[in-house]
T-cell receptor, first 117, second 111 residues
Framework: NAGVTQTPKFQVLKTGQSMTLQCAQD?????MYWYRQDPGMGLRLIYY???????DKGEVPNGYNVSRLNKREFSLRLESAAPSQTSVYFC????????????????FGPGTRLTVT | GIQVEQSPPDLILQEGANSTLRCNFS?????LQWFHQNPWGQLINLFY???GTKQNGRLSATTVATERYSLLYISSSQTTDSGVYFC?????????????FGEGTQLTVNP
């Protein structure tokens, strides 16, 4: 199993450009999450999806949109990038509540390092 | 929202030393995880421990949920233990468990 994968690994954008960060998981998890990490800080939740077809805002959603494409994939879109969105973006997933052996434990991808100039 | 405080913020050790990292949180939790972020930025799951005690090799963790704190013990530290250690907690909500991270403990282990 690859676990949680993210593309691209690195990206440089100019202010005002748009892009989509891709995330996929092969663990048959129900819930998926997008976090950002700024230098010297812990991660902060941007958006999450408790199940296919649902999305909800996290702590810092402004400037982002998300799409839960199917159970495996959860994308994050920046419509008009700003320098304040320079950060490392992590995707995570967690299992389906009620399954045998289920826990709330989240598993993280390797991250996408985004720079907006 | 829930507050998560980690201490100490920085820790420098000699190889072979033991250490204890602390995580205090301000509310009842259903999820508590410890992570190690290595120098390449990768987040590694160390423990899922909303309560109780677990051990994995030289690392162990204890969470006392009623007193709202968790401890991560590192014994016989090695240079590869260097990096940032994060505690993250989550409250169960109807639409999933959303983690709130502390600011981390930066650990440096010198040879």
């Amino acid at each position: 199993n690859a676990g949680v994968t993210q593309t691209p690994k690195f990206q440089v954008l100019k202010t005002g450009q748009s892009m989509t960060l891709q995330c996929a998981q092969d663990m048959n998890h129900n819930s998926m999450y997008w976090y950002r990490q700024d230098p010297g800080m812990g991660l902060r939740l941007i958006y999450y999806s408790a199940s296919e077809g649902t999305t909800d805002k996290g702590e810092v959603p402004n400037g982002y949109n998300v799409s839960r494409l199917n159970k495996r994939e959860f994308s994050l879109r920046l419509e008009s990038a700003a320098p304040s969105q320079t950060s490392v973006y992590f995707c995570a997933s967690s299992d389906e509540e009620g399954k045998i052996g289920w826990t709330y434990e989240q598993y993280f991808g390797p991250g996408t390092r985004l720079t907006v100039t | 929202g829930i507050q998560v405080e980690q201490s100490p913020p920085d820790l420098i050790l000699q190889e072979g030393a033991n250490s204890t990292l602390r995580c205090n949180f301000s509310d009842s939790v259903n999820n508590l995880q410890w992570f190690h972020q290595n120098p390449w930025g990768q987040l590694i799951n160390l423990f899922y421990i909303p309560s109780g005690t677990k051990q994995n090799g030289r690392l162990s963790a204890t969470t006392v949920a009623t007193e709202r704190y968790s401890l991560l013990y590192i014994s016989s530290s090695q240079t590869t233990d260097s990096g940032v250690y994060f505690c993250a907690v989550g409250l169960r909500e109807t639409s999933g468990s959303r983690l709130t991270f502390g600011e981390g403990t930066q650990l440096t282990v010198n040879p």
